[in-house]
Structures are given as C-alpha cells and as structure tokens.
C-alpha cells in the first residue's frame, strides 16, 4: 500500500535538510576559530605566569646577593685598609 505525500511536504522536508548540511561548514569552522582562540588565551595565561614565576626567582637572587654582600665584616675591612695605607706611607 502506498501513501501518497503532499508535495509542499516533501518540499519543506528537502529544503530544511539542505539548509542543514549547508550550515554545517559555518557551525564546524566556527568551533574551531572558538577552540582556537580558548586555546590562545590559555597559552597567554601560561605566559603571564611563566613570567611572574621568573620574576619572582630573580627577586629572591637579587636578596640572596645583597644580603651576602651586606653579610661581610665592613669593619674589619676597614681597619686592614687603614693599616695597609698607613704601611705605605
């Protein structure tokens, strides 16, 4: 037994199919610009931290070195240089 369809119906069906597989490449392409931009923004979040975690360690360097310089026996030093320049004269 056969059914007889409208035309008007198989129309509509068809032509909402095509409409269908005629936007899949903007819906596809659109995920990827998407998945492209997440994943620039997490590269740059990466970034950023790289170079605090940087900083950070070129801060504690920086002290490191000053505090070794400013750990030295200034007075001692002193004296062995006045006893020195008073030698040479």
Known sequence: MSTVVNQQV????????VKVVAEAPAMALGNVYQSAAHSTGI???NSVNSQ???NATSQAATTQ???QIYSFDTISDAIAISQMLQAAT
């Open 10 to 17: 198989t129309d509509a069906v068809t032509q909402s199919n």
């Open 43 to 45: 590269m740059f979040e």
């Open 52 to 54: 605090n975690q940087m």
């Open 65 to 67: 070195g000053i505090m």
